[in-house]
């Protein structure tokens, strides 16, 4: 028997794959997909290492699974992408065997009818089939202040309880760029959070609904920059955890979902100290980019003369070369690439075989 059931996770579900995370002291990677090609490696990875995953979206990623020739002004576009790949994990999750949680990754004010366009969607649909499509969706609103910023929190994670979604929030802003958002230089003291700010957010947000988590600042940064010039400082987190636990007098039960953004480029010994500090979910975005650009360009250093030409190529001039620019040859490249790196993450997050 499976701990967890294939398919999308939602409400207690969700809560119950951190605890169990936290419990076992490993954490999930949680991936960017921008269309089916990567939804179905993160799927496969998950599956060769028998571990849920989080399958996520940003909301460039969203308009890009809908297609870019598509307007996009109100982000009606990123909405239409991100609720397409949704039923697509829905669809194909239970055959790969894999439980999914399926979520939506930063969402800052600016944008915020993104998300607004997806619940009112998925209200309609728990109406129908009495379950969400996602299982949590991404608030970044650490560019307001911390009061403004919890308070319109309080409000979406309402909403989605109603419809037994999770809701993650930022607190202190993630470094460097990612997704046309540039932070790279932002106020220092805005890249570290403070314990007293994640213990304003949890005794808030907490009387709401036990299902959110907290992406906190600890000097990660979005991308991958040359060693040296990310100063991560991991304590900020046992710190924090330590902090909310005093407060709320439950010694050592770390009570607070620490998210860790920016996971690409991190070295195995800090990502190991978050997981200890309560990190149950880390983002991953810019090294499977990279993954997935390496099997590409390998594919065409290796056969780049089978696919100057339709016919003819190094072993005939007669012959077609349709089998090596069948774009599903090099698109299984990139995903073969990416689903190797992908299962090197789960073994840095010490989650492989969670799911046995
Ligand atoms: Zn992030």
């Known amino acids: 028997m499976s701990k967890f059931r294939s398919g999308v996770l939602y409400g207690q579900e969700l809560m119950d794959l951190y605890a169990d995370a936290k419990q076992n002291g490993y954490a999930l990677p949680g991936v960017n997909a921008i269309g089916t090609s990567t939804v179905n490696s993160i799927l496969e990875a998950a599956a060769k290492v028998k571990s849920p995953v989080i399958v996520q979206l940003s909301f460039g990623g969203g308009?890009?699974?809908?297609?870019?020739?598509?307007?996009?002004?109100?982000?009606?576009?990123?909405?239409?992408?991100?609720?397409?790949?949704a039923m697509h994990v829905h669809q194909v999750a239970e055959m790969y065997g894999v439980p999914v949680v399926l979520h939506t990754d930063h969402c800052s004010l600016e944008n915020i009818s993104w998300i607004d366009h997806l619940l009112d969607f998925q209200e309609t649909y728990y109406a129908k089939h009495g379950k969400p499509l996602f299982s949590s969706h991404m608030l970044d609103l650490s560019?307001?202040?911390?009061?403004?910023?919890?308070?319109?929190?309080?409000?979406?994670?309402?909403?989605?309880?109603?419809?037994?979604?999770?809701?993650?929030?930022?607190?202190?802003?993630?470094?460097?760029?990612?997704?046309?958002?540039?932070?790279?230089?932002?106020?220092?003291?805005?890249?570290?959070?403070?314990?007293?700010?994640?213990?304003?957010?949890?005794?808030?947000?907490?009387?709401?609904?036990?299902?959110?988590?907290?992406?906190?600042?600890?000097?990660?940064?979005?991308?991958?920059?040359?060693?040296?010039?990310?100063?991560?400082?991991?304590?900020?987190?046992?710190?924090?955890?330590?902090?909310?636990?005093?407060?709320?007098g439950a010694m050592g039960t770390k009570p607070v979902s620490f998210v860790f953004h920016g996971g690409s480029g991190s070295s195995p010994e800090d990502i190991a100290k978050s997981i200890e500090y309560g990190v149950?979910?880390?983002?991953?975005?810019?090294?499977?980019?990279?993954?997935?650009?390496?099997?590409?360009?390998?594919?065409?250093?290796?056969?780049?003369?089978?696919?100057?030409?339709?016919?003819?190529?190094?072993?005939?001039?007669?012959?077609?070369?349709?089998?090596?620019?069948?774009?599903?040859?090099?698109?299984?490249?990139?995903?073969?690439?990416?689903?190797?790196?992908?299962?090197?993450?789960?073994?840095?997050?010490?989650?492989?075989?969670?799911?046995?």
């Open 63 to 85: 308009h890009f699974y809908a297609g870019k020739s598509l307007k996009n002004d109100s982000l009606q576009a990123s909405a239409a992408g991100c609720l397409s790949a």
């Open 280 to 356: 149950i979910k880390m983002n991953l975005d810019t090294d499977m980019q990279w993954a997935f650009n390496a099997g590409v360009r390998d594919y065409y250093a290796e056969f780049g003369a089978y696919v100057e030409t339709q016919i003819g190529n190094p072993d005939g001039e007669d012959l077609p070369n349709k089998k090596y620019y069948d774009p599903r040859k090099v698109l299984r490249a990139g995903e073969e690439r990416f689903v190797e790196r992908l299962e090197t993450s789960f073994a840095d997050l010490n989650c492989i075989g969670r799911n046995k």
């Open 143 to 248: 560019e307001e202040t911390i009061e403004e910023n919890i308070e319109i929190c309080e409000k979406y994670l309402t909403r989605m309880n109603n419809i037994e979604i999770g809701l993650e929030i930022e607190l202190g802003i993630t470094g460097g760029e990612e997704d046309g958002v540039d932070n790279s230089d932002v106020d220092v003291s805005k890249l570290y959070t403070h314990p007293s700010e994640v213990y304003y957010a949890y005794e808030k947000l907490s009387k709401i609904s036990p299902n959110f988590s907290i992406a906190a600042a600890f000097g990660n940064v979005h991308g991958v920059y040359k060693p040296g010039n990310v100063k991560l400082s991991v304590e900020i987190l046992e710190n924090s955890q330590k902090y909310v636990e005093e407060q709320i």
